[in-house]
Structures are given as structure tokens and as C-alpha cells.
């Protein structure tokens, strides 16, 4: 049966809500509040260049370009392979650029009938509404001589106006995950050692060099079947529990292993920054970036200077730091500080009871059904708001799930039961992210995550050829591009 499908959001979930959804004969209309995919790109991706390897960065059906050469191609390269896909399947179209979706209300049979059967909401979470700490009257940016931005309006200026921005300025970026770590460069490439400037962090993270700790590639030891053997998994039987229990040893060595390459090769030690959590629960909480290529050079050279804080506050001059008697004075401030995509989400719906629906309780994570589903919200999928460590391979997967959800293929369980797989995975969550649980991040079981989706669709989830493959062979976009 033909459905009239509301997406909200050009993004890459929204590109591929679209695309799965015209493959089953639906027909979508994409709203989007930018005027082109150039800006859906700029406004919700902060970066100078691919954090995920290329061969788990793209599209199952749509291989990079031959031109592009590099592992982790930069913004320009990204845009241009998104624009072609969206030109070779069509999508253009059936997008409506420079319109917002307000909110979604759910009207009653006595109201007018709805024009969309379906709604998917594909507005991502890394924009929109900035994460802005809070803090204790007279002691916050209203108090600063200076200028205070968040990184999302740092990432919305165009090269020159950045440049200008920050040249000449003592600069304080807040936050250490990787748009705090580019927009330090930036900062340093500006001012050099004359107006060093200034991280400050709460947590040290381990943010890798390369995705080849001591020559194997991180996917052998994190992407593969074998891996995820030594991972209590949700909703798993007492053999698994058994097996994951009994392989600890190797999930605390895999870690340690990446860790030492880490600490080697940054010099962590030297600069007080080895973290106290494992390089498990970093992957498990989607935390993961890559450190600019001469980031610890330039802090050992003084360009960059690091100051732990586990909190600040502003004063006239700049900002100070709890437990240090001496203000770091400052001109700029940027809060690279993330963004709240709960918070994003709930603004979309008019009834406050979907929003607290949505939201769910905040000592849980987001209750989604297979990271996409509200139980209790009909005609409503999310995409794009639950994390991996390779986000458009997920939403790939995610994007045809729901295709043949609307086309009939299998139908959800009951509630009861969609809210028990629910709370299961809020279990492994808290087990393995820790305080980082409301993250919603599949990131170290890939595997066992696309499992379930292959069965709820009838595919065979087994991908690989051969028992030694299945088991050891990473497992990428590729493996997926056939039911």
C-alpha cells in the first residue's frame, strides 16, 4: 500500500529515509530548513575532515569515486559524494529546501485527516540547540568582557570570517572532542606561541591517531564477530553470557592493546592526559575522534595549552578555574561543548506528552525500539539520533528496516515487548558507557545490532563466507548491499 511519508531533515538519514522509502513505492517529502545540502552539511557536521575510515563511510550500493584517494577525505570530498548520491537516485526532488517543520501534532478522528501516514524525523543530533553550561548568577558569560560563541556558530562562518575572528585574540576553546581539537589548530595556526591557546577539559578521552594501533587495523579488533563474543550483548541467552564472561580476558587486552598504542604515540603520559576509563567504554559510548595530525607537537611547542577543569566560571577578564587562584584571562571564549539532541527532539512535537515520551526519564537512555521506534508514538520513526562508530552505514541499515517495516515485510511486537527489548539495552548501556548511557551508541556491537534488524526482515544475518571469515572478518557496508 502507498504511503505518504513526512521526513524531517536532508541529512544523511533523511537522504536514505527517502530513497529506501521510494524504493518500496512510498512517496516522501523531505523538509528541510536549509536552502541546499551544502548547508544541511555545514550547519550539522563540524569538521575539516572524515572521522570514520572511507570503507565504512559510504553508501552500500554507491562506492567512493576512484578519485578519492584518501582514507579520511575532507568536508568538500564528503559533500560532493553525498550531492552524487542524491543525484543518481533522484532524491533532489522530492526535498523542500528552506522549509521548517515547526512541530508534528497528533490529531484525533474528529479533526481533518492527516496528510502524511507516516512521519520520520531525521534532524540528527549534532545541532541545532547548543549544549551551553550552566552557571551560578553573576559568574557567567554576562559577566565577560570578552566575546563568548558556541563552536556551532564558529562552524557556520566561512574561512575568512573564522580567521579574522580569532586572529590576534587570546582564545579559551571548552570542551576536548574534535571540534574543540580543530578549532584549537585553527587558533594556533593564527597565533602561534605569541597567543597560545587554551583547552579547557573536564575528561581526558582517548582520541586516537589513526585507525592502525600498532599496525592492525582497529576493525579486526572491534569489528568483526569474534570481537562482540566477548561483550554481553542484550537479550542474550546463557551460552553467549557464558562465552562473553569466559573471553573478559581478551575484551580487557583488545583495550589495553589500543590503549598503549595511544599513550605511545601521543605521548599522553608526558602531558597528564592518559585517561582513567578503558578505551572500551570510550567505543561503547561513541566518544571516539581523531587527533589532528600535530596536535601534541604544537601543545609540547606552547601553541596549545591544556588546564583541566572540572568546573569554571567567568569574570571580567576571562575565565577562572575552580580550585586555581589565577584568572585565565582571555578574549574569546568558544564552548565547544556539543549540543542537546533530547532536547532537539522534544522541541518537535506540539503535545507535551509525546515530548516527555520521546525524552523518556532522564536515568535511562532514549527509548527507541530498535534505536528508530517509540513504542507508545504511532506512525513515527527516528533516525540518525542513536550513534555508531560509522553513523551512515547505521542509518543505512536502519533506513531499509523501516522501509520494509512500511511495506509490510514484519510488523513491530507489542508494546510490552518493544519496551523489555528497551530496557535491555538500557542494561548494556549503563554496563558498558558508564555515565555516558544516555548517548544511545551502538558502537561495539555493530554486529549483533544489524543481526536483529537482518532477522526482523527476513535476511540471513550471516554475511561472510566460510566459519573463519564469519568469525574474524571485519564486517563494513558491503556485507549489506544484498538482502
Not at 531533515?9 to 522509502?21: Q, T
Not at 552557571?135 to 557567567?140: A, R, Y
Not at 567505543?283 to 587527533?291: F, G, M, R
Request: proline residues 6%; aromatic residues 12%; charged residues 25%.
Amino acid at each position: 500500500m502507498e504511503r505518504k511519508v513526512a521526513i524531517i531533515g536532508a541529512g544523511i538519514s533523511g537522504l536514505l529515509a527517502c530513497k529506501y522509502a521510494l524504493s518500496k513505492g512510498h512517496r516522501p517529502t523531505v523538509f528541510e530548513a536549509q536552502s541546499g545540502l551544502g548547508g544541511v552539511w555545514s550547519k550539522t557536521v563540524e569538521i575539516t575532515k572524515l572521522q570514520t575510515p572511507k570503507p565504512l563511510y559510504q553508501f552500500s550500493d554507491f562506492p567512493w569515486p576512484d578519485s578519492v584517494t584518501e582514507v579520511f577525505p575532507d568536508q568538500n570530498q564528503v559533500l560532493e559524494y553525498i550531492e552524487s548520491y542524491a543525484r543518481q537516485f533522484d532524491l533532489l526532488h522530492h526535498i523542500r529546501f528552506d522549509t521548517k517543520a515547526v512541530s508534528i501534532g497528533y490529531e484525533g478522528a474528529s479533526s481533518e485527516v492527516c496528510q502524511f501516514d507516516f512521519v520520520i524525523i531525521c534532524v540528527g543530533r549534532f545541532s541545532g540547540i547548543p549544549n551551553i553550561p550552566e552557571f551560578p548568577q553573576g559568574k557567567g558569560p554576562e559577566v565577560f568582557q570578552g566575546k563568548v560563541i558556541h563552536s556551532m556558530d564558529y562552524a557556520a562562518m566561512d574561512y575568512a570570517t573564522a580567521k579574522e575572528l580569532i586572529k590576534g585574540k587570546r582564545v579559551a576553546v571548552v570542551g576536548l572532542q574534535k571540534s574543540a581539537l580543530d578549532i584549537a589548530m585553527e587558533c594556533s595556526t593564527a597565533n602561534g606561541m605569541d597567543l597560545p591557546c587554551t583547552v579547557i577539559y573536564r575528561t581526558e578521552h582517548w582520541n586516537i591517531p589513526d585507525y592502525q594501533p600498532w599496525g592492525v587495523p582497529l576493525a579486526y579488533l572491534y569489528l568483526n564477530r569474534f570481537s562482540e563474543l566477548s561483550i554481553h550483548k542484550p537479550g542474550e541467552g546463557p551460552l553467549l553470557s557464558l562465552l562473553a564472561t569466559l573471553l573478559s580476558p581478551v575484551r580487557w587486552a583488545f583495550s589495553k592493546f589500543v590503549e598503549s598504542h595511544v599513550k605511545h604515540k601521543l605521548k599522553l603520559a608526558k602531558f597528564g592526559m592518559v585517561p582513567k576509563h578503558s578505551f572500551l567504554q570510550e567505543l561503547s559510548s561513541c566518544l571516539t575522534s581523531t587527533v589532528p595530525d600535530d596536535f601534541y607537537n604544537r601543545v609540547e611547542k606552547g601553541s596549545i595549552r591544556l588546564k583541566k577543569a572540572p568546573s569554571f566560571s567567568f569574570c571580567k577578564e576571562g575565565i577562572l578555574i575552580d580550585g586555581k587562584t589565577e584568572t585565565l584571562k582571555a578574549d574569546l571564549v568558544i564552548l565547544a561543548t556539543g549540543f542537546n539532541g533530547v532536547k532537539k527532539l522534544q522541541d518537535i512535537f506540539a503535545s507535551p506528552s509525546f515530548q516527555d515520551l520521546i525524552a523518556g526519564s532522564p536515568d535511562k537512555t532514549v527509548p527507541l525500539y530498535r534505536e528508530c521506534i517509540q513504542p507508545r508514538i504511532p506512525q513515527l520513526a527516528v533516525i540518525g539520533f542513536s550513534e555508531s562508530v560509522a553513523n551512515l552505514y547505521t542509518s543505512e541499515m536502519r533506513c531499509r528496516w523501516l522501509a520494509e517495516l512500511l511495506d509490510g515485510t514484519f510488523k513491530l511486537p507489542s508494546i510490552k515487548e518493544m519496551e523489555k527489548d528497551i530496557a535491555e539495552w538500557d542494561e548494556y548501556m549503563k554496563q558498558y558507557s558508564d555515565k555516558n548511557y544516555r548517548r544511545s551508541c551502538i558502537g561495539a556491537l555493530h554486529i549483533w545490532y544489524n543481526d536483529r534488524l537482518c532477522k526482523d526482515m527476513g535476511w540471513n544475518p550471516k554475511r561472510k563466507k566460510g566459519f573463519v571469515a564469519e568469525l574474524f572478518e571485519p564486517y563494513g557496508p558491503m556485507d549489506y548491499a544484498c538482502p
